[in-house]
Nanobody, 118 residues
């Protein structure tokens, strides 16, 4: 059974940093496209960052140069380093594991909350 579990959320002052973790079981993260999404109250879920099986990364314009996604294959975990947090960054942050080919998967975690005090 595929499971992804997020952790590391919390409350920080504007300009501060947090590192989110996404620990996976039932899959090998290096074989999947791993993405971080976020959803703020009253807003649609949006993709924040992604990393492919080959290690290519991509970011939403709103977080480029502030957030960094990485993968630890030995720990089977994906991280999201968030620096220079802004008042518009608070949301529930979700991890997603996606693979189109067999064994296909589109698995979500339960989310970890991030709040930023201005």
């Amino acid at each position: 059974q595929v499971q992804v579990v997020e952790s590391g959320g919390g409350s920080v002052q504007a300009g501060g940093s947090l590192r989110l973790s996404c620990a996976a079981s039932g899959i090998t993260v290096r074989n999947y496209v791993m993405r971080w999404y976020r959803q703020a109250p009253g807003k649609e879920r949006e993709v924040v960052a992604g990393i492919t099986s080959s290690g290519l990364t991509k970011y939403a314009d709103s977080v480029k140069d502030r957030f960094s996604i990485s993968r630890d294959n030995a720990a089977n975990t994906v991280y999201l380093q968030m620096n220079s947090l802004k008042p518009e960054d608070p949301a529930l942050y979700y991890c997603n594991a996606y693979r189109a080919t067999w064994p296909s998967s589109n698995s979500w975690g339960q989310g970890t909350p991030v709040t930023v005090a201005s």
